[in-house]
């Protein structure tokens, strides 16, 4: 179920707080309504704007099949992160994004492939076979990685666009979503670039308050997209089913003939004609010598 965006709730999670003016972007400029106290503070206009656009991009790109990616390593947007993204059923970074994630994709499944195999080394016990120092490392290497890539676990192949909080902070990841050609939808502030960013929400990414509000909206549009998405499904299928109906055979009583097939006229064959040269020696073959007449007595 869709929830409704609400202007009073926005503002009193502080969304519309900007950063001190010595530090804002002056590409940010369409979106800051003025200034207060040095503090630039955001057209909240234009948050709603930026929210409503995503949430429409969002919802189209996830019913067409492809998937999205939560980022935000940040400690306000971590826990937000990771339940958003387990709401909707989307993969998640919230600790750190690892350099070639989306450009080295290859490699970071076969780290997953290696994080699923640690996994089933805990859950089986099977640790128990190995020296104190081996299952020592074992276990540090898979709190590790379990803490880098158990929110990717669901990622088969490169997300279709990637959510993000907080967009100077997570560079890396726009970088590699700009080489790939991956659209961002972003919660930025005023020191944020927008240029590298596809859809801008203009807001605090700061406030904790400020980014479940936003998440949970752009979750939302997610889900609503997979409903979407399966209910496509649904019906290309049925179209499917119609048109590659195979047709049902005629019934028939066991052993007897096909229904109407004592009905059809039968076909005449003709008869093969002889080879030529069988017609030549046939006429050729002589013929019967009359029988020899007796000695008169």
């Not at 699923?116 to 805990?122: G, N, P, R, S, V």
């Not at 016990?125 to 990685?145: D, I, P």
């Not at 939808?185 to 479940?212: F, H, K, Q, W, Y």
Request: glycine share 6%; with cysteine; hydrophobic share 40%.
């Amino acid at each position: 179920m869709t929830t409704t965006l609400q202007v009073q709730e926005l503002i009193d999670a502080g969304i519309h707080f900007g950063h001190p003016a010595s530090r804002w972007n002056p590409k940010m400029a369409p979106y800051i309504y003025g200034r207060r106290n040095f503090i630039h503070i955001i057209d909240l206009k234009e948050t709603i704007k930026g929210i409503v656009r995503a949430k429409k991009f969002l919802t189209r790109l996830v019913a067409e099949g492809k998937d999205v990616v939560f980022v935000g390593t940040k400690r306000q947007a971590r826990a937000a992160i990771e339940q958003e993204a387990k709401r909707c059923s989307m993969p998640y970074v919230n600790y750190r994004w690892l350099g070639g994630t989306l450009t080295n994709f290859r490699t970071i499944r076969s780290r997953m492939a290696r994080l699923a195999e640690l996994d089933e080394i805990e859950a089986s016990g099977a640790g128990s076979q190995y020296s104190k120092k081996v299952l020592s490392r074992l276990q540090r290497e898979h709190r590790k990685m379990k803490r880098n890539l158990d929110g990717l676990k669901t990622l088969e192949r490169l997300p279709g666009a990637l959510i993000i909080v907080d967009p100077t902070r997570e560079k890396n990841a726009i970088r590699e979503a700009k080489k790939l050609d991956i659209p961002v939808v972003a919660l930025a502030d005023t020191e944020a670039d927008p240029d590298d960013l596809s859809v801008v929400i203009p807001g605090n990414d700061d406030a904790m308050r400020a980014i479940e509000i936003v998440m949970k909206h752009l979750a939302d549009a997610v889900a609503e997209g997979k409903a979407n998405r399966a209910a496509r499904a649904v019906i290309e299928g049925e179209g499917q089913a119609l048109v590659r109906a195979p047709s049902r055979p005629r019934a028939r009583a066991p052993g007897g003939p096909r229904q109407g097939e004592s009905e059809r006229p039968a076909i005449e064959m003709p008869l093969p004609k002889p080879h030529p040269a069988m017609q030549e020696q046939a006429g050729t073959e002589p013929e019967t010598p009359p029988a020899a007449p007796s000695n008169p007595a």
